[in-house]
């Protein structure tokens, strides 16, 4: 059986470890995502609004489209600025879009019930 040389190549940990471009490219889509989690949440907050009209519901609208913004510049200035891609800034980011990811999918949930 022979021997498997990681060093070859780059070998298997070159494909286990991706690199600060991948890891923005994947955290590009997740903002993506994330911007389109934050239109279907404002929408379904407009929907209450107009036929409730409490400030709860309105202060839950201004808070999805501040969100919204907010990640529709981050989004952009990922997609844009080559300084978000040359330094060491992926992996955090990554998590920072993961994480919120999933705390909207959890909040759309919880609202559509």
């Known amino acids: 059986m022979a021997d498997i040389n990681v060093t ?3 070998g298997i940990w070159s494909i286990l470890q991706p690199t600060n ?3 923005i490219n994947i955290d590009i889509i997740i903002g993506i995502s994330v911007i389109l989690l934050l239109i279907i949440l404002l ?3 407009v929907e209450s609004y107009r036929e409730f009209k409490t400030k709860f519901t309105l202060g839950l ?3 999805a489209l501040l969100l ?3 990640n529709i510049i981050f989004t952009s200035l990922l997609l ?3 300084c978000f891609r040359n330094i060491e ?3 955090p980011f ?3 879009n993961f994480i919120e990811f999933f705390a909207l999918l959890i909040l759309i949930w919880i609202t559509l019930e």
């Open 68 to 70: 919204l913004f907010q």
């Open 21 to 23: 471009s991948q890891i």
């Open 94 to 96: 990554f998590f920072i």
């Open 61 to 63: 609208v201004f808070f």
């Open 8 to 10: 070859e190549i780059g």
């Open 43 to 45: 929408y379904v907050y």
């Open 89 to 91: 800034i992926g992996i």
């Open 80 to 82: 844009t600025y080559s």
